[in-house]
């Protein structure tokens, strides 16, 4: 995806930020997007914790941190040359991570086509000199923060997620909570 005329006039425009938070994210459709918010709701009642608003669920890939806004491009080009596959997920199992009080939901299972995308999207992004996170791939979407009362991993009645669309994202934290924008976004294809 080629960064437009327009794009680059208004990263260079003068008051424009020189430093983005990036991250690679697949993006649920509408329906699934309420389904993970009904259930964040739910959670977070259970959790006694503040459910995740649905506009910002999402799958981080990778997250890559603070970057100069000159870097986009690069980050665009190496979402141009991802395999394009899409992938079928079924999130299944609730958990927490207690320390930070974030409820989440995962699957029990990652496609094969998935693991690529990720493999392929972390070596091409430390070949290009972006700093990566080393530790093992755990897909997840975040349902809840600031739970008081996390509760314990269970099964619960699964979420198919047709994954279809890949997105490079930028981030604003506020105290509110974050804003994401959409820097790129590539469709992803089903091979039978």
Request: with cysteine; proline share 9%.
């Amino acid at each position: 995806m080629e960064t437009s005329p327009e794009e680059l006039a208004a990263l260079a425009a003068p008051d424009a930020p020189t430093v983005v938070r990036a991250f690679f994210a697949l993006e649920p459709e509408e329906e699934v997007r309420r389904q993970f918010s009904a259930l964040a709701r739910d959670v977070a009642r259970r959790s006694r914790g503040r459910a995740v608003s649905g506009d910002l669920v999402h799958l981080t890939l990778a997250f890559i941190g603070d970057v100069a806004t000159t870097s986009i491009p690069a980050l665009k080009a190496i979402g141009d040359a991802l395999p394009g596959t899409g992938a079928m997920l079924e999130f299944d199992t609730l958990g927490a991570w207690r320390a930070s009080g974030v409820a989440w939901i995962a699957p029990q299972q990652i496609p094969a086509p998935l693991q690529r995308m990720h493999a392929e999207l972390r070596g091409a992004l430390a070949n290009a000199g972006f700093e990566v996170d080393a530790r093992p791939f755990r897909p997840h979407v975040t349902l809840a923060r600031r739970c008081v009362q996390p509760q314990p991993r269970a099964g619960c009645p699964a979420i198919r997620w047709r994954v279809d669309r890949l997105c490079l994202m930028g981030s604003q934290l506020r105290p509110e909570g974050p804003i994401y924008s959409e820097l790129a976004a590539w469709p992803l294809k089903f091979t039978a």
